[in-house]
């Protein structure tokens, strides 16, 4: 089993900046690939940013391109997500997820992902 801890959300002005971390414990995730998701009140929950194994390979969905970089410490069993040029609307609740496999890395497909946080408010004002 895997548990995560999200932290990092508070209020921010429309155009800060924040990182989000999210700390894994119950086993190493070095072989896990990593992802953040966000839901928005009265909305789904919707994939926000995704890394493999080893930082090589990242995904991002478009609204966020450009604006919010995932990376990962694997010494310190942690991914982070940076998150600038924040606007109103990326106000919500941030979840990381993990799931394993060095090969199997697919994205940001919610349904993969079998290992979930309680989540981090994100609260953007203009």
């Known amino acids: 089993q895997v548990q995560l801890v999200e932290s990092g959300g508070r209020l921010v002005q429309a155009g800060g900046s924040l990182r989000l971390s999210c700390v894994a414990s119950?086993?190493?995730?070095?072989?896990?690939?990593l992802g953040w998701f966000r839901q928005a009140p009265g909305k789904e929950r919707e994939f926000v940013a995704a890394?493999?194994?080893?930082?090589?390979?990242?995904d991002y969905t478009d609204s966020v391109k450009g604006r919010f970089t995932i990376s990962r410490n694997n010494a310190e069993n942690t991914v982070y997500l940076h998150l600038t040029s924040l606007k109103p609307e990326d106000t919500a609740v941030y979840y990381c997820?993990?799931?394993?496999?060095?090969?199997?890395?697919?994205?940001?497909?919610?349904?993969?992902?079998?290992?979930w946080g309680q989540g981090t408010q994100v609260t953007v004002s203009s």
């Open positions: 997820a993990a799931e394993s496999g060095r090969f199997s890395y697919t994205g940001g497909r919610e349904s993969s992902y079998r290992y």
């Open positions: 119950g086993r190493t995730i070095n072989n896990y690939y």
């Open positions: 890394i493999n194994w080893n930082g090589g390979n990242t």
